[in-house]
Structures are given as structure tokens and as C-alpha cells.
């Protein structure tokens, strides 16, 4: 427990290093966005463990059964290019954004990978997801809304 406790607090700590506080709450929004598949605003915990399966399997492009550096960071810089290009942003701002995500990306590789093998296993990749599913639903009801409190980061 305390170790999930550090390593859920060094996520958080990684991503508000990178956007500040106001991210917080777009954090758990962005979660609920990417994570609900039926589109009620909830993420179940079957839900999450469903889509968490699907983004690993798409992930592993080469069915090796573990995600390697460049399918991971590959797949994230992918589906930011989307998610930017849709973005109402001044290039320039897009550009930092993208380089800010990108580094955020390395440091979830190395926080993903906790034995440091060069590739995610599913089980390290289900290990992580739980603590990003736990430490979002902050209200601990079993899944993650609209009505979980985001914590305030304090620095
Ligand atoms: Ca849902
Ligand atoms: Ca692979
Ligand atoms: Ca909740």
C-alpha cells in the first residue's frame, strides 16, 4: 500500500510538474473521456479493465505480449498528433504542448517499466492502470465521475 502510495504520488507529481495544478481536474476528465466506452460519464471498474485490455493489445503492435519503448511512446506521440491537430492552439503553444506531453510520455515509460527490462509487461501495464483508476477515484465508490474531489497538488 505505501509503495502504490509513492509511485500513484510520483504520476501525479510527474504530470503536475508538467501542466501545474489546473491539470489536475483535466486529468481526471481526459481519464474519464479516454476510459468510458458506453459514454454514461462513469468509469466502471469492468469497464476500465475491458479498455484498459484493448489499448494494451493495440498497443503491442508486434504481439510480443509487452509493450517496447517505441510502441509505447509511438502510440502515445500518435494519438497526441490527433488530439493536437484538433486543438484550437497557436502552433507555437501546440509545439510546446508536444514537447512537454513527449517528455511526460519518456517519464511514464520509465515509471511503467518498474523493472526496468525496456518493455512494459501486461502485468506492469495492469499494475499501473490500477493505480491511475484508484488514485482517481478519489471518492473511493469503485468508479471514477464527475463527483470524485481531484486533489489539489501542492508543491
Ligand atoms: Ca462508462
Ligand atoms: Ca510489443
Ligand atoms: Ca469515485
Known amino acids: 500500500m505505501k509503495t502504490r502510495s509513492i509511485l500513484a504520488a510520483a504520476i501525479l ?7 501545474g495544478a489546473v491539470a ?19 468509469v466502471s471498474k469492468d469497464e476500465f479493465a475491458a479498455t484498459r485490455q484493448i489499448q494494451f493489445a493495440r498497443t503491442d503492435t508486434d504481439k510480443n505480449g509487452a509493450l517496447s519503448h517505441d ?6 506521440k500518435a494519438r497526441l498528433d490527433k488530439s493536437l ?4 492552439l497557436t502552433p507555437e503553444k501546440k509545439d510546446e504542448e508536444h514537447m512537454r506531453q513527449m517528455r511526460q510520455a519518456e517519464v511514464r515509460f520509465g515509471v511503467l517499466d518498474s523493472d526496468k527490462s525496456g518493455a ?7 499494475y499501473s492502470g490500477w493505480r491511475m483508476f484508484t488514485t482517481h477515484d478519489s471518492n473511493n465508490d469503485g468508479v471514477v465521475s ?3 474531489p481531484v486533489k489539489e497538488e501542492t508543491n
Open 120 to 126: 512494459i509487461t501486461a502485468a506492469e501495464f495492469a
Open 13 to 19: 507529481a510527474a504530470s503536475a510538474f508538467a501542466s
Open 85 to 88: 491537430s484538433t486543438s484550437t
Open 146 to 148: 464527475a463527483a470524485d
Open 24 to 42: 489536475a481536474s483535466h486529468a481526471r476528465d481526459t481519464f474519464i473521456k479516454e476510459q468510458d466506452q458506453n459514454g454514461d460519464g462513469v
Open 71 to 76: 510502441e509505447y511512446v509511438g502510440d502515445y
